[in-house]
């Protein structure tokens, strides 16, 4: 068994790289997710601070074009 390349390593030695690489991936990861702050819902906050906007009157207006935008 000479381990010492990837060209020459036998199959579990590769196992062991998969694996070693796929752990490490997910402690990447996971580390990764834990430490992101969490998201803001400002959604709640925004709709109580908004302004109240009622529809009033149409309103007719036209200008130098006979056009009319109601």
Known sequence: MNNTSL???DRLTH???IVVALVAT???V???IAA???GLDMSAQL???APVL???NPVIWSGAET???R
Request: without cysteine.
């Open 7 to 9: 060209r020459t390593a």
């Open 15 to 17: 196992l062991k790289i």
């Open 26 to 28: 997910a402690a990447v």
């Open 30 to 32: 996971g580390i990764g």
């Open 36 to 38: 992101a702050p969490p």
């Open 47 to 49: 709709e109580a601070r």
């Open 54 to 56: 009622k529809a009033g």
């Open 67 to 69: 056009q009319t935008v």
